[in-house]
């Protein structure tokens, strides 16, 4: 067992760092070990494909709020003091508008397994 692997219950603002990270850049998991520290890629795929499913309309909720409401400038976002980490992500999500990675790559809500070439043995 490895001692920096966090198994502790995943705190709202590492949530809304993976919200974040997921719209801007896809689900690149091996890529978020980097930002979501203690965590390790198979973790945050779980998390993402189990809970955070169930939270995505509420976090979204909570994005087009900030967006609305002049985005990193917005009060809430002023109130919460988030880390550079999240400040530069909801930057990048607020500059796609209201795209997100998959959309603006033509991968939303398919598997790309079925279009790659199995090899034959």
Request: positive net charge; hydrophobic residues 30%.
């Amino acid at each position: 067992m490895n001692p920096k692997i966090n198994k502790t219950k995943w705190s709202a603002d590492d949530e809304w760092t993976l919200y974040l990270f997921h719209k801007a850049v896809g689900n690149h998991w091996a890529d978020m070990t980097a930002v979501i520290k203690g965590r390790t890629d198979n973790a945050i795929k779980n998390h993402w494909n189990s809970s955070m499913k169930k939270k995505v309309n509420d976090l979204k909720i909570k994005f087009d709020s900030i967006k609305k409401r002049g985005g990193l400038q917005c009060e809430e976002v002023q109130i919460e003091n988030p880390s550079p980490i999240i400040q530069e992500l909801l930057k990048k999500c607020l500059d796609l508008g209201d795209k997100d990675y998959h959309s603006l790559h033509g991968v939303h809500g398919t598997s790309l397994r079925k279009y790659r070439k199995r090899k034959k043995f």
